[in-house]
């Protein structure tokens, strides 16, 4: 079996490390993690893997992660400080292991309780079948219908109420341990855990990741449910005299309850013998109130345990089984859809690839890239950034589109906006786009954009901040996202009210924070806010 490349433990730490290199980056600048992630590169990921643009994104960065833990296990390890992901790790076992006994002694307690056989009368075959069988199908069809209907109806799991609801409830059992251990923890400790727990509500894609989790332990308890209904029923039909019959009000006959048992033995009758109880032991283990018991036989009184078992091993466990295996699958599909092309990790890419000069006198090329340690962010982690990033290509992406409104485009000195651009695109690979032209429709406007996202560095749609963001805008970046892919870099450059001398000015603060909260809404991960012109 291939070892996934990633896991939501590794996540948790990439995170842990972005926030350490943004402090690092406050106290002494971007050159020092520029240096430091370019030797990374250059010496141990570019031996193995080779030139950058040659290598996927979320390879790199898992060789980048692996790096900075060896580094990390190195200078802290002797310490007794331990990552957040490996926290996370270490919790969610343990999580699992609670689920799992916990489901084993809900499952235990209910059968013994109802298996308390004093000789009096047998039990109910009914009642077992119904409560120990027929409920679990309940609760799977209910589950089952509204996988098929989101399934259906495309809706990704992350929408769904109930499972973001179970993910927020993991989210709040992992902050309950947290602060329960604290006492017991080194300051540094409860420091790394306390970026677990927020590193994880912060990004919008572990959240999401989180539902799978939690849908991993229903169905651990589900399976421990059912080891303990088997495991007590075997226990009592070796150790104690148990005997089963069935009676209904119905007036059904013998006949009819054996064709009904050998129609839901069908799955097993294969495998287990005797598979279900003949039509004679199910003649003699007909209970009838006004004749007692004297009827009964023992033979036929305790031919039903092995089909009980059997039903509940067949509707009731392996279903579980079938939910685990699939949920295990759907989370690492979920970890392999993450493209690894967001605001946050983009400068790190950035960082390995781009040539420096090197302190020992080894000259290279410099790129420059102002805005990285200029900007100012004011989005939360999981939304559009404030600020303008570094947008030249990471790989052999080269075509850049500048998308100007029909009313700037006329009052707009392209040289000058070229000047702006140029610290962060290469200007000979800038294509030009007029756009919101009268009577044009929208798909006529996007229409001249490459139709294939290989052929895209990014593109720019420049946007007055002083007039709030309208539903036209909203409806125009779904658009321009979906024909342009989910991981091209997207740039809302913002210019401020035009003067008499140029509609190039800076916007305000204020104007910055509202165009970024409503961009939060849209939930693009690679759609960056920011000022084109600084104050």
């Given at each position: 079996m291939v070892k996934p490349l990633w896991?939501?433990?590794?996540?948790?730490?990439?995170?842990?490390?972005?926030?350490?290199?943004?402090?690092?980056?406050?106290?002494?600048?971007?050159?020092?993690?520029?240096?430091?992630?370019?030797?990374?590169?250059?010496?141990?990921?570019?031996?193995?893997?080779?030139?950058?643009?040659?290598?996927?994104?979320?390879?790199?960065?898992?060789?980048?992660?692996?790096?900075?833990?060896?580094?990390?296990?190195?200078?802290?390890?002797?310490?007794?400080?331990?990552?957040?992901?490996?926290?996370?790790?270490?919790?969610?076992?343990?999580?699992?292991?609670?689920?799992?006994?916990?489901?084993?002694?809900?499952?235990?307690?209910?059968?013994?309780?109802?298996?308390?056989?004093?000789?009096?009368?047998?039990?109910?075959?009914?009642?077992?079948?119904?409560?120990?069988v027929l409920l679990q199908l309940l609760f799977l069809g209910l589950q089952s219908i509204f996988l098929l209907y989101?399934?259906?109806?495309?809706?990704?799991?992350?929408?769904?109420?109930?499972?973001?609801?179970?993910g927020r409830l993991l989210i709040k059992g992992l902050d309950g341990v947290r602060r329960r251990l604290q006492r017991s923890l080194t300051g540094r400790q409860r420091l790394d855990l306390a970026a677990l727990a927020g590193g994880v509500q912060q990004r919008k894609e572990?959240?999401?990741?989180?539902?799978?989790?939690?849908f991993l332990l229903v169905q651990l308890g589900g399976v421990g449910f059912n080891l303990g209904v088997i495991g007590v029923t075997l226990a009592k039909v070796a150790f104690a005299?148990?005997?089963?019959?069935?009676?209904?009000?119905?007036?059904?006959?013998?006949?009819?309850?054996?064709?009904?048992?050998?129609?839901?033995?069908?799955?097993?009758?294969?495998?287990?013998?005797?598979?279900?109880?003949?039509?004679?032991?199910?003649?003699?283990?007909?209970?009838?109130?006004?004749?007692?018991?004297?009827?009964?036989?023992?033979?036929?009184?305790?031919?039903?345990?092995?089909f009980l078992c059997s039903a509940v091993v067949v509707y009731g466990l392996?279903?579980?089984?079938?939910?685990?295996?699939l949920g295990l699958v759907q989370q690492q599909r979920a970890l392999e859809r993450l493209h690894f092309a967001t605001l946050e990790i983009r400068p790190l890419l950035l960082r390995m690839a781009a040539p420096r000069i090197d302190t020992n006198g080894v000259t290279e090329k410099i790129r420059t890239r102002q805005s990285q340690s200029s900007s100012?962010?004011?989005?939360?982690?999981?939304?559009?950034?404030?600020?303008?990033p570094a947008l030249d290509a990471v790989s052999g992406k080269t075509s850049w589109w500048v998308l100007i409104p029909d009313e700037l485009y006329e009052d707009c000195p392209l040289p000058s906006l070229l000047a702006l651009l140029r610290p962060q695109i290469d200007a000979a690979s800038v294509q030009w786009l007029r756009i919101g032209m009268p009577g044009t429709m929208a798909t006529d406007i996007l229409a001249p954009l490459p139709d294939t996202a290989e052929k895209l560095a990014g593109v720019v749609l420049l946007q007055e901040a002083w007039q709030p963001p309208l539903r036209e805008t909203e409806s125009l970046l779904r658009q321009l996202r979906q024909r342009i892919g989910a991981t091209v870099?997207?740039?809302?450059?913002?210019?401020?009210?035009?003067?008499?001398?140029?509609?190039?000015?800076?916007?305000?603060?204020?104007?910055?924070?509202?165009?970024?909260?409503?961009?939060?809404?849209?939930?693009?991960?690679?759609?960056?806010?920011?000022?084109?012109?600084?104050?």
């Open positions: 896991r939501i433990a590794d996540l948790i730490d990439l995170h842990y490390f972005f926030q350490a290199d943004e402090t690092l980056r406050q106290r002494e600048g971007e050159s020092v993690l520029a240096k430091r992630d370019r030797i990374i590169f250059l010496a141990k990921i570019e031996p193995q893997l080779g030139k950058a643009d040659e290598i996927p994104p979320r390879l790199l960065v898992r060789k980048w992660l692996a790096i900075r833990r060896l580094q990390y296990t190195q200078e802290k390890g002797q310490e007794g400080q331990v990552l957040p992901g490996t926290v996370w790790q270490e919790l969610t076992a343990l999580g699992r292991g609670l689920f799992f006994f916990a489901g084993i002694l809900a499952g235990a307690g209910l059968a013994g309780t109802f298996l308390i056989y004093s000789g009096a009368a047998p039990l109910n075959v009914a009642t077992y079948f119904g409560l120990f989101r399934r259906v109806r495309r809706l990704p799991m992350e929408s769904s109420v109930l499972y973001v609801f179970l572990l959240a999401a990741l989180l539902i799978w989790p939690a005299d148990i005997a089963f019959g069935w009676q209904s009000s119905l007036q059904l006959s013998a006949e009819a309850v054996a064709r009904l048992v050998q129609w839901i033995a069908l799955p097993w009758t294969w495998a287990v013998a005797p598979a279900y109880p003949s039509l004679a032991q199910i003649e003699g283990s007909q209970i009838i109130l006004k004749e007692g018991i004297t009827h009964l036989t023992t033979g036929a009184l305790v031919s039903w345990w092995p392996l279903p579980r089984v079938v939910l685990l295996v100012v962010d004011l989005g939360a982690a999981s939304g559009p950034k404030v600020g303008m870099p997207l740039t809302l450059a913002l210019i401020g009210r035009p003067t008499r001398q140029t509609v190039l000015t800076p916007v305000t603060s204020e104007q910055l924070l509202i165009w970024n909260q409503k961009m939060q809404a849209i939930g693009d991960p690679c759609l960056y806010v920011g000022s084109l012109v600084q104050p």
